[in-house]
């Protein structure tokens, strides 16, 4: 039997399973899995999760994976007596071992794993504004993956490889004047060269499911679907994910029949879903001076079919604004309760927990599932320290020339 298959979530076309798009509308696919069980493998990581993984093989270099503790000290501040961490980062101490801190690593290892079994020798092309391109540069220089990674200028800061000194000969790196947006564009015109290839973002059937692992993992150790799932968003990829990896979860039958609220969250004033969903507009100087810019994508997949805002319908969730301020202030009692660092976008989902509990819309009782989507760096780079990565080109955001810069590349990562 098949291991899983693509379907089209609106004209139910079964597509190819690599497809990232169908043919005849604008629906999200989604996988099926033969497996209606959830049977964990004895493999590293998100690969203990391969029965509900797109993939037909493992990358066991990378072997890290979402973790899930119940959480002592900052849930004893919040008065909750069952709240639960994903913890997405690098932590050793609690075998949290994700290479680059985010949980950008759980959709990178199954799509570099896919590539390679399709064996094409296409170059990726990832667009980013810092932990997505930081995990797939990593995913492709362990397993030899040619990338093209396009970042805006600002957060080139933010891509680097885990360790001294390590070699990135499959990775080519452009800066682009300009904001994330800027970096998508350029991303799509070099993906539509031949020999180049789109990751795909939330109608990457690898991405959603990768990160539907912490839903999967927190599941496991709690024996039971949570009651509240929370979490940090920009594009809403990772609410659809632990949406659709409760439906399989439910299905199942051994974790119960609820699903869990989803309760998103962004950072205010730049917050596209929150305001598309509360009518109110978008400073337009943003993502100037956002808490975390990884949280701010013009064109979420809001209104499409399988999207964010039907797995707010599906499970009668919320999306929270979160100001800067309130962030900090989250940030600092999370980590001097809890012990470990944690990326800025992850704080913006402590605060808007802290918030519902404020609000009286979580109890003490609740089974309370708080997304920690990023953290650890501090520990990785004490520990094991960190290859910053340069930019191979850096152009500006107009006029660049696209066949001469595709022949760069092409060469480059020959040579490589
Ligand atoms: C990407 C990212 C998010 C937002 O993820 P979505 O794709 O919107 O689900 C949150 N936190 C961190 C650390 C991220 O890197």
């Not at 993939?55 to 994976?65: A, K, S």
């Not at 503790?69 to 949290?96: Q, T």
């Not at 989250?330 to 605060?351: M, N, W, Y």
């Amino acid at each position: 039997m098949k291991k899983y298959s693509v379907r089209c979530l609106d004209c139910g076309t079964e597509c190819d399973c690599y497809a990232i798009a169908c043919m005849n509308d604008g629906a999200l696919l989604r996988t099926e899995y033969s497996s209606v069980q959830l049977i964990p493998r004895d493999f590293p990581g998100i690969w203990k999760f391969y029965e509900w993984l797109p993939t037909q093989g493992i990358l066991p270099e990378l072997g890290g994976g979402s973790i899930t503790y119940k959480c002592g000290s900052f849930a004893a501040e919040l008065g909750l007596d069952k709240l639960y961490i994903a913890f997405n980062g690098y932590w050793p101490d609690r075998k949290a071992l994700l290479s680059t801190c985010s949980f950008k690593d759980l959709e990178a290892a199954p799509t570099v794993q896919r590539l390679a079994e399709q064996r094409m020798k296409n170059i990726l092309v990832v667009a980013s504004a810092g932990n997505t391109a930081r995990a797939f540069a990593h995913a492709c220089s362990v397993s030899g993956q040619p990338l093209v990674i396009v970042v805006p200028a600002s957060a080139l800061n933010k891509i680097w490889l885990p360790g001294d000194d390590v070699s990135h000969d499959a990775v080519f790196t452009i800066s682009v004047k300009g904001d994330y947006s800027d970096a998508i564009a350029l991303g799509d015109e070099l993906a539509c060269y031949s020999g180049f290839v789109a990751e795909g973002g939330a109608r990457n059937v690898a991405r959603r499911d990768g990160m539907g692992t912490v839903m999967l993992e927190a599941t496991l150790t709690l024996k039971q679907i949570p009651d509240y799932y929370f979490q940090a968003v920009g594009s809403g990829t990772g609410g659809i994910s632990a949406w659709e990896a409760s439906m399989r979860l439910i299905k199942d039958g051994r974790f119960g029949r609820k699903m869990p609220v989803l309760n998103l969250a962004q950072n205010l004033p730049c917050a596209p879903i929150f305001s598309s969903l509360h009518g109110v507009a978008i400073d337009p100087r943003c993502p100037e001076g956002m808490y975390d810019e990884v949280l701010f994508n013009r064109r979420p997949p809001l209104s499409v079919k399988g999207g964010v805002a039907d797995a707010l319908t599906a499970t009668a969730g919320t999306v929270q604004g979160v100001t800067n301020d309130e962030a900090e202030e989250a940030r600092k009692l999370f980590e001097k309760t809890e012990g470990i660092d944690i990326v800025p976008a992850a704080a913006v989902a402590v605060s808007a927990l802290m918030k519902s509990v404020t609000s009286g819309s979580v109890n003490a009782r609740d089974i309370v599932l708080l997304n920690i989507t990023g953290g650890g760096e501090k520990r990785l780079r004490k520990d094991v320290g960190v290859t910053p990565l340069q930019s191979d080109l850096s152009v500006e955001r107009f006029g660049v020339d696209l066949d001469s810069t595709v022949s760069i590349i092409v060469d480059t990562l020959r040579k490589g």
